[in-house]
């Protein structure tokens, strides 16, 4: 059971840039009962119903950091894909199986895009286009796991988080590994 009072000092010992009218407004939405204490179902509710992008979007931002629809530099777009990887606790082989939606060992544009669009990264199909051509190196139309990995050991996914306020150690999980193409909305 959370009450307003545990929610708002859990708020202050985490340090979220949170008012305290914003944590409080939250709570009374989330306590559906209206018991003034939210339950266990209704924070599994409320955790559940979270998307990643529901935080940026609060901070005044794309799913990544970017404004909507702007177009990326290819180092900010391989440093998003990063800054995903970090925000859901992948390794970079981990992501590579993930990212090859057809599962044929390659990333090629396709499975690319899909996976992009399906964890709304926001990134335009141009910018998707760019990533893939500069992690091809042996531009052979698809990206090998070893070109993965080489062109992910440059990115720099702090410069994106931190771009949200946010450091690597205190991102929260809300998309499960393995969630690509899957509605998974769990909690830490």
């Known amino acids: 059971v959370i009450s307003k009072e545990d929610m708002l000092a859990s708020s202050q010992q985490l340090q979220l840039p949170v008012s305290e009218h914003d944590m409080l407004a939250f709570h009374q939405h989330a306590n559906t009962s209206g018991s003034g204490r939210l339950s266990m179902e209704e924070w599994l509710a409320v955790l559940k119903s979270a998307t990643p992008d ?3 979007r609060s901070l005044g931002t794309g799913s990544t ?28 082989r981990q992501a590579f199986e993930q990212f090859d939606l057809d599962k044929d060992g390659m990333v090629s544009i396709d499975d690319l895009q899909g996976a992009v669009v399906e964890l709304k990264v926001d990134l335009a199909q141009a910018d998707v286009k760019r990533l893939h051509a ?11 796991l070893d070109e993965w990995e080489a062109a992910l050991g440059k990115a720099n996914p702090d410069s994106v988080l931190q771009s949200l306020g946010l450091k690597k150690h205190e991102v929260p999980r ?9 509605d998974h909305g769990g909690s830490k």
Do not use: C, I
């Open 174 to 182: 809300l998309h499960q590994p393995g969630s690509v193409g899957t």
């Open 54 to 56: 529901d935080y940026f």
């Open 65 to 92: 950091g970017t404004s909507a629809g702007s177009e990326v530099t290819t180092a900010r777009a391989l440093d998003m894909v990063a800054a995903l990887l970090a925000w859901n606790k992948l390794e970079s």
């Open 134 to 144: 500069h992690m091809d190196t042996d531009q052979d139309s698809m990206v090998s």
